[in-house]
């Protein structure tokens, strides 16, 4: 559908683009916010250098990785390995708060909108923030919750308790045997809820989440939307970026924003409805909201 894409990160100042921003956020009826993993690495949840160094400098020595997503891979030989790596790392990435207040600026900015949230993070931060859960869809899961291996069936549960006690019982890169989970009802290891192959479980909750957000679209198809893309990459476009470029074509009165650190893009079909930024999202709110 959209054979040419126009980089306009270049198309006037930042300044300007800002002022349209506003202007578009001011005047929209309803927000969509698109958010990748670019506005949690903007919110200071990075997965390399100090903070990778901070909590992970003994998974490093003795197995020889340098970041954490790398470490999510490495073929542990035994679940106790497996899951000393995997409590560290949810409990760091999903329980603990961002360094930067990001999310809560941009809570700031559409609070008083007619707004819902689509996004492709799993660490539970527009939740911690405060936006209300009932305009939310994580479409690739959540690091809050477990699912079968197998799996057996379409549930999900709860890990903070069994998280927590992980990260307190483990010693040596390592944690106790009995805390290992397991399916209560096929006895497989348990695993993340994460979208990485066939193996998704998609509970009740997420389809409850996407029919809430369709029926958000269906109710203000017509109406002036603002789509708010913010740190989408391409690695799996057509979850965010391509229905926002799509349902903004479709739509006259919609405007397209995106702000993206290096990769702030758009079709040429939309260009007259599309302003994009090249920046830090975190720095971009913040001139956002003084009016800049």
Request: aromatic share 14%.
């Amino acid at each position: 559908m959209f054979p040419n894409i126009l980089r306009k990160d270049q198309e006037g100042t930042d300044i300007e683009k800002i002022r349209k921003m506003k202007k578009a956020l001011e005047e929209a009826e309803a927000v969509v916010i698109g958010a990748g993993a670019g506005l949690s690495t903007s919110a200071g949840f990075a997965y390399t250098g100090e903070r990778f160094q901070a909590y992970f400098s003994d998974f490093e020595e003795k197995y020889g990785f340098h970041d954490m997503y790398s470490g999510g891979f490495y073929p542990y030989k035994t679940l106790e390995e497996y899951w000393a790596y995997w409590s560290r790392y949810i409990y760091l990435n999903r329980y603990m708060d961002p360094p930067r207040s990001v999310y809560e600026e941009l809570l700031e900015l559409v609070k008083d909108k007619d707004y819902f949230v689509l996004t492709t993070n799993v660490d539970h931060c527009f939740q911690k923030a405060g936006f209300e859960k009932e305009r939310l869809f994580y479409t690739q899961g959540d690091y809050g919750l477990f699912q079968c291996s197998e799996p057996c069936c379409q549930e999900t549960w709860d890990n903070e308790e069994i998280i927590g006690e992980m990260i307190r019982r483990q010693e040596h890169m390592k944690i106790p045997s009995d805390l290992v989970p397991y399916c209560p009802h096929c006895g497989k290891p348990l695993t993340m809820n994460l979208r990485a192959d066939d193996t998704f479980v998609q509970d009740e909750g997420w389809y409850q989440a996407s029919q809430r957000y369709s029926r958000f679209l269906n109710e203000h198809q017509n109406k002036k939307i603002l789509f708010l893309e913010l740190g989408v990459g391409y690695n799996t476009p057509v979850i965010i970026k391509y229905p926002f470029w799509q349902m903004t074509a479709k739509n006259p009165r919609a405007v397209y924003v995106c702000v993206n650190c290096g990769d702030a893009a758009a079709p040429r079909e939309i260009a007259k409805q599309a302003i994009c930024i090249d920046g830090d999202i975190g720095e971009v709110l913040k001139k956002l909201k003084d009016g800049q």
